[in-house]
């Protein structure tokens, strides 16, 4: 019964995927690379130069990053972008979804950790036919494979391993980006200083523009001194794509020590620009934005204001951020700094630089 199951949902995924499948993908880059045998001696030392990588998985496209530390001292970094498509749009929109959620690590208690055993059994046993772990994962790897192509056709290296940021959604999970990671053939790194399931977009953004970052990363002990001196600062973070609008009232420090709880954030797959067309007038539709934008400064009208906005997402021209700029000015009654600039790669970026610092001891 097992059997006939487990080759019915290979057949599944088999078939979903030839009428699915990304224009830009070819068909062999849906198997994992296993045996692949690397461009180099290694990875980390090539041409003289270290790399570090990081990706990031976003509501309708994904990006990575690679920062090039060469060993004169200087630095350079290559970011890539690569738009998922029809489907990995639909299960990012069903992640974003409260009927989507699910027992998944890490548990509250060893009352969830059993009740979760039965999906974790299924998932274990489509990775060890070399399946993706569910249909979200095989998304999600596509998207990480045509990344991972371009960087290492870009530099001329392989990539081994990397960090992973992702859109904080309610419904996806670490072990969802883990697995894709894997079937991706690239080993999951946990970085140093991660207190949250994975990296969200976020932290890696905001580290991506340079804030939350200590100078003495190379020394932990002083790297930890750095990070007890930074202020705590309230952002707005938007994210605003074709396909969704989200916004977080986030307390952040250091930039893996963000403070982003789901009561404190908004998840609108309904609102990015392609909707404009559905609505019978412009004005309705930045209307609805904007009391978006706002739902959470007005749900906790005593929580420090921000300071900044982060903006990420692939926007469309400029009209959202002019908005956004009056809309916050406004409310506000000053203009808070906006951070604005690479807002399709930050978070890639951001990840490269957790990357750059080292695992964390608990890194599988």
């Given at each position: 019964m097992f059997v006939c199951g487990l080759l019915g949902w290979r057949a599944?995924?088999?078939?979903?995927?030839?009428?699915?499948?990304?224009?830009?993908?070819?068909?062999?880059?849906?198997?994992?690379?296993?045996?692949?045998?690397?461009?180099?001696?290694?990875?980390?030392?090539?041409?003289?130069?270290?790399?570090?990588?990081?990706?990031s998985l976003q509501s309708s496209f994904g990006a990575a990053a690679a920062i090039i530390d060469k060993f004169d001292g200087q630095t350079a970094t290559v970011a890539r972008v690569f738009h998922g498509g029809a489907e990995y749009e639909r299960v990012m929109t069903r992640l974003s979804l409260e009927t989507s959620r699910h027992i998944a690590p890490p548990y509250d208690d060893d009352g969830q950790f059993w009740a979760d055993q039965p999906r974790k059994v299924v998932r274990e046993a489509l990775k060890a036919a070399q399946l993706p772990a569910s249909y979200e994962v095989l998304i999600l790897a596509q998207v990480i494979q045509r990344l991972r192509s371009e960087i290492e056709s870009t530099l001329g290296i392989e990539i081994q391993e990397a960090v992973f940021a992702a859109s904080h959604l309610v419904a996806l999970y670490q072990d969802d980006i883990q697995d894709a990671a894997a079937y991706s053939g690239i080993k999951?790194?946990?970085?140093?200083?991660?207190?949250?399931?994975?990296?969200?977009?976020?932290?890696?953004?905001?580290?991506?523009?340079?804030?939350?970052?200590?100078?003495?990363?190379?020394?932990?002990?002083?790297?930890?001194?750095?990070?007890?001196?930074?202020?705590?600062?309230?952002?707005?973070?938007?994210?605003?794509?074709?396909?969704?609008?989200?916004?977080?009232l986030t307390v952040i420090s250091q930039a893996l020590w963000a403070?982003?709880?789901?009561?404190?954030?908004?998840?609108?797959?309904?609102?990015?620009?392609?909707?404009?067309?559905?609505?019978?007038?412009?004005?309705?539709?930045?209307?609805?934005?904007?009391?978006?934008?706002l739902s959470i400064n007005t749900q906790f009208p005593l929580f420090p204001k921000p300071g900044k906005v982060l903006v990420t997402g692939d926007l469309d021209g400029g009209d959202f951020i002019d908005f956004l700029r009056s809309?916050?000015?406004?409310?506000?009654?000053?203009?808070?700094?906006?951070?604005?600039?690479?807002?399709?790669?930050?978070?890639?970026k951001g990840a490269a630089q957790f990357m750059r610092r080292g695992p964390a001891a608990w890194s599988p």
């Open positions: 599944m995924i088999v078939g979903i995927s030839l009428f699915h499948l990304y224009p830009a993908t070819s068909a062999s880059s849906l198997n994992p690379p296993i045996g692949q045998k690397p461009l180099f001696a290694t990875v980390n030392e090539v041409h003289g130069y270290n790399y570090s990588i990081g990706f999951y790194v946990i970085p140093k200083g991660l207190h949250d399931p994975f990296v969200w977009e976020t932290a890696a953004a905001y580290a991506g523009h340079g804030f939350g970052l200590c100078k003495h990363w190379q020394d932990d002990d002083a790297c930890a001194d750095e990070g007890k001196q930074m202020p705590s600062e309230t952002i707005l973070a938007v994210h605003y794509s074709r396909t969704a609008l989200t916004v977080s403070w982003e709880p789901d009561y404190r954030r908004v998840e609108n797959f309904t609102l990015g620009s392609d909707s404009i067309k559905s609505y019978p007038n412009r004005e309705d539709y930045w209307t609805d934005v904007k009391d978006t934008i809309t916050m000015e406004e409310y506000l009654g000053t203009a808070p700094h906006f951070l604005t600039n690479d807002t399709t790669t930050a978070a890639a």
